[in-house]
């Protein structure tokens, strides 16, 4: 069931505080506060300047490459045997991966306001990756936090990263993921805020990141209205994405928000699945709560304490989600589902054996759930899956689980 | 008058600084802490900060963050830590206590259980890291309308026109950060901090505390100099890290180390 969202109503979000209805906002320490409201004003004077939008979509266009095809996926299609089932191919980005479209513009950002050293914090590694690259390109100092386990998961990005030049920290505290990765990149830019740029690299973090890595990844959306008209002729009936802290997603289905007729789904990691409690499913089975400096979704304990989450997927192992997400929840514009660590190996599998294309772990879970939707659609209609990144980082993980040593 | 500020006054009214200790509650285990808290004031606090674990404590270095792990391995939660202090106040009706920590357990709690709760308590100020006043509008009428003061952080980046409006929506004091970091790292810069807190004693009548990279009597009486009082965390924490074991030897630690800083604070009096 879905509301209708108007233009008027949207750009009014997220309002001058950064909130998106209850969630959303900016809750940091006061050394921060500063820091934010000048890159929230700086933002927002860019993003209305032809000349930073013009090197953005340049960048886009010579160094990542995109437009990223829209392929219509014709032997999953008949073998599934329902809806049309199409792929917005973000996995042939430059460094293979929809993170780039990001690490792109805050870079640029952190060149007009003068920044030298850069610090993110990475799940996957593939936000790392798209990070260490742009500032390789662009000779700045690059320092990434990593938890501990995804040190070890996502090896080959941690070797990328250096081999780029960025120095990589192992996060040893809490939970050894991404949520302490976070804490870590937070502490860091505390101490350092004068000269150290944080290019987060999902939609979630204290306002203005939310707002400013949706426009980024909005790209995704934007070309995929404009494919679909020109491939198919009309707009999709439903898009698919996985959710991790959201970023890929709401970049696809921004600028969707207001056709009603497009039905969207963000599907989260539902690990050993939802009833076990060992999952990474905060919009499915979480509740409000305040984490990494916005009002969310959350899974926590009913202390308040963060729990720990599980995914086989290191870029979907987080405990929280965008403060977008949790208001298109809310106001149940968007859907959102869960699939199983298994289920969403099957979609790799079945994407890289019937269509030749190998998914990142993370889009693996869009794809599983895709299929099983698309089964229960008309013939006429349109799934359009955001396959968000290429799963080249994950056959290591995948060789393990079937029991292979490379 | 709440008693924060009769004891800021009175401190005032003598010249003298005050000393403000930081432990978190439940470390090194819940039955513990009650204990400490006294040690802490027969060794010179004249306000407790007691911190409330929490599972990702963004604004704490290593020593802080891993006191909370050591809290909640044994799941000290915020009512435990609100029961503490109601048990402190069996034995001491004076010594203020201030709550300080993150946001998301007192949200998971509910603000109006919360605020009831520790009004109950005998709490008397609640200083939380990632709240900044802008975002703290629902929960000021509920602390106000039970005498319990919002306490809020004031950093070396904080314009004049902020730390006016923080200012505003503070009682009992103000909580001066020393430098850019997190808690436990020795970059403070005496000379700095004074220049700053100068400044914002032009900007507000509220009294000055000085936390962030006090460890001994000299930076205490340094800082202690220029402010209202000088809060002391990291320090305190990493010795009950090191005598958690014997509780006796980690009270005379505490003590031992308290002790100097009372002293210097004091001796500035005269
Ligand atoms: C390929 C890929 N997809 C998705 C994600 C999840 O992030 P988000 O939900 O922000 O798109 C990641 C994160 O590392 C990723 O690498």
Same mark, same amino acid.
């Given at each position: 069931m879905s509301v209708k969202l108007t233009e008027e109503m949207l750009s009014a979000l997220p309002d001058n505080r950064g909130h998106f209805g209850v969630f959303g906002g900016r809750f940091v320490s006061e050394t921060l506060m500063d820091s934010l409201m000048i890159l929230e004003k700086e933002y927002l004077r860019l993003k209305e300047d032809p000349e930073f939008q013009a090197a953005f979509d340049k960048d886009l266009a010579h160094? *990542?490459?995109?437009?990223?095809p829209l392929y219509f996926a014709e032997r999953l299609t008949r073998e599934t045997g329902g809806a049309q089932i199409w792929l917005?191919?973000?996995?042939?980005?430059h460094t293979g991966a929809h993170k780039v479209n990001n690490t792109i513009g805050q870079a640029l950002l952190a060149a007009f306001l003068g920044k030298k050293r850069i610090i993110a914090e990475t799940g996957a590694g593939q936000h790392g990756v798209a990070t260490a690259t742009v500032c390789a390109r662009l000779g700045l100092e690059c320092h990434v936090f990593m938890g501990a386990e995804d040190v070890q998961r996502q090896a080959l990005n941690v070797y990328r990263m250096k081999l780029l030049g960025a120095q990589v920290h192992a996060v040893e505290s809490g939970t050894r993921t991404l949520k302490d990765a976070m804490n870590d990149a937070m502490r860091d830019w505390v101490s350092n805020v004068d000269d150290t740029f944080y290019i987060i690299g999902?939609? /979630?973090?204290?306002?203005?990141y939310p707002l400013l890595v949706r426009d980024f990844q909005a790209v995704i959306g934007r070309e995929l209205r404009q494919q679909a008209l020109e491939q198919a002729g009309k707009l999709p009936d439903a898009l698919v994405a996985c959710v991790g802290g959201g970023s890929n997603a709401i970049g696809m289905f921004y600028p969707f928000l207001t056709d009603e007729s497009v039905e969207l789904y963000g599907v989260e990691a539902g690990g050993h699945g939802i009833e076990t409690g060992e999952h990474a499913a905060p919009l499915c089975a979480g509740r409000p709560g305040v984490l990494h400096g916005n009002r969310t979704y959350l899974m926590e304990d009913e202390n308040g304490q963060i729990s720990s989450t599980h995914s086989v997927s290191a870029g979907l192992d987080y405990p929280g989600v965008g403060p977008e997400h949790a208001w298109l929840k809310d106001v149940g514009r968007a859907n959102y589902v869960s699939v199983t660590d298994e289920e969403a190996l099957d979609g790799f599998r079945t994407l890289t054996r019937v269509e030749g294309i190998m998914p990142a772990l993370e889009s693996s879970h869009a794809v599983a759930y895709a299929l099983k939707l698309a089964a229960t659609m008309d013939k006429d209609q349109m799934v359009v899956i955001?396959? @968000? !990144?290429?799963g080249d980082k994950d056959i290591h993980t995948i060789a393990q689980i079937d029991g292979i040593e490379i | 008058m709440s008693r924060i500020e009769q004891v800021l006054q009175t401190l005032k009214g003598q010249g003298r600084k005050a000393l403000i200790p930081y432990i978190t509650a439940g470390d090194p285990h819940p039955d513990k802490t009650v204990e400490l808290m006294h040690t802490l004031v027969a060794a010179g606090a004249d306000i407790i900060e007691l911190g409330v674990p929490f599972?990702?404590?963004? /604004?704490? #270095?290593p020593v802080i963050a891993l006191a909370c792990e050591r809290a909640l391995a044994h799941n000290t939660s915020l009512r435990q830590v609100i029961a503490m202090v109601k048990e402190f106040r069996k034995d001491d009706g004076r010594t203020p206590v201030v709550l300080m920590g993150y946001l998301n357990p007192m949200e998971a709690m509910g603000y109006e259980a919360f605020a009831d709760a520790a009004a109950d308590a005998g709490i008397d100020g609640v200083l939380t890291v990632d709240l900044p006043p802008e975002e703290a509008e629902d929960v000021a009428p509920l602390f106000a309308a039970r005498n319990l003061d919002p306490i809020f952080l004031l950093a070396p980046t904080t314009t004049d026109e902020r730390i006016r409006a923080i200012s505003e929506h503070s009682s009992g004091y103000v909580y001066y *950060? @020393?430098?850019? #970091?997190?808690? !436990?790292? /020795?970059?403070?810069?005496v000379d700095e901090v004074a220049a700053k807190v100068g400044h914002i004693h032009e900007l507000t009548a509220l009294p000055v505390g000085v936390g962030f990279g006090i460890r001994d009597a000299e930076t205490a009486a340094a800082v202690g100099r220029v402010s209202d009082g000088v809060i002391v965390g990291s320090v305190l924490v990493d010795t009950i890290a090191r005598n958690q074991a014997d509780t006796d030897q980690l009270k005379r630690a505490l003590t031992d180390l308290l002790h100097p800083m009372r002293e210097a604070l004091d001796s500035l009096a005269s």
């Open positions: 160094y *990542v490459g995109r437009p990223s917005k191919r973000e996995d042939l980005n999902t939609v /979630a973090g204290p306002h203005p955001n396959v @968000s !990144g290429r | 599972s990702d404590p963004m /604004a704490d #270095g *950060v @020393s430098f850019k #970091g997190v808690t !436990g790292a /020795a970059k403070i810069d």
